[in-house]
């Protein structure tokens, strides 16, 4: 049985579709969410899943090993990045090396790195006139939005479209393919 660590800062809503996809699952279990901000939806939700959630600032996950010592006492073998908008720091890309994975809301390796993420994405692709966008899910190092890339889902950029219409869309895309990418890297 895998044991799977999510990390979010948001919402959360990608955590609890892929806790909810393996809450049965014989292959894996998410043991615990992570969190660095204390306004985070992704509080509640884990509240409501009855999933552990450890929360941190800057000073915990930059400095010390309490984050890395928390996923080493439950043991997990995975770490997803769902909405976490923190540089991984060195001591976990060292300890989970090709075991963190990161979804990305747009087609990597174009609108990626620093300050790109939520609607800033969106708006930024929209602003220059791509015909698509999609999603990228790729293990992560200690660079933004690098590393090896898992798969890639496109949607269709409408005309018309704003952040938040092809916001929506792209959700939709990361519901329906990030839970079985997991799940493949799992099965690897
Ligand atoms: C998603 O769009 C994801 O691609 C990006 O951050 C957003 C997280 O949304 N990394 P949520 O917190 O899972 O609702």
Known sequence: MK?????????GSNAE??????RNSDKARVEAFYCNNPKAFVIERAHRLGIPLMLFNREKFYSG???????????????VLAGFLWLVPENLTRAFAGKIVNIHPALLPKF????MYGMAVHKAVI???EAES???IHLIDEVYDRGKILMQAKCPVLPGDTPDSLAERIHNLEYEHFPAAIERLIDE
């Not at 579709?17 to 393996?22: H, P, Q, R, S």
């Not at 996923?71 to 073998?77: A, C, E, K, P, Q």
């Not at 990626?112 to 300050?115: I, R, V």
């Open 65 to 79: 090993d309490e984050v890395l010592n928390d996923l080493r006492s439950r043991g997990i073998d995975l770490i």
């Open 17 to 22: 579709n892929i806790a909810l996809y393996f």
């Open 134 to 136: 999609g999603i990228t």
């Open 3 to 11: 044991r799977i660590a999510i990390f979010a800062s948001g919402s």
């Open 127 to 129: 602003e220059a006139g």
């Open 112 to 115: 990626g790195g620093k300050g």
